[in-house]
């Protein structure tokens, strides 16, 4: 069983930055991969970014590629998100979640995630 829960959410302006954590329960925690995902209402989920845990190899959405950093802290079971230059199409509740991913297609593939956190509200004022 893995528990995920995300935190550093708020309400920033246009240009700003945020950093989101995942805090991850499940030890050894490298055989899995993290992703972030956001969802903005009336929208679907969409795929943002992924860290790759053993190796710390790393995916990302074109929307976020140069502005979003994704990394983890092995010590402390825990995936970051630091998101620069937010514009307020960034505007959504970020998820993160993890799987066992085999195949590099299924990085972005949120059917393949089993495990979720509970979201946390990112808004970015104009």
Partial sequence: QVQ????????VQAGGSLRLSCAAS??????????????APGKEREFVAAIRWN???????DAVKGRFTISRDNAKNTAYLQMNS???EDTAVYYCAAARVYRGSDYGNKGVYGYW??????????
């Fill in 4 to 11: 995920l829960v995300e935190s550093g959410g708020g309400l």
């Fill in 26 to 39: 499940v030890r050894p925690f490298s055989i899995y991969t993290i992703g972030w995902f956001c969802q």
């Fill in 55 to 61: 190796d710390g190899m790393t995916y990302y959405a």
């Fill in 86 to 88: 937010l514009d307020p």
């Fill in 117 to 126: 956190g509970q979201g946390t509200q990112v808004t970015v004022s104009s």
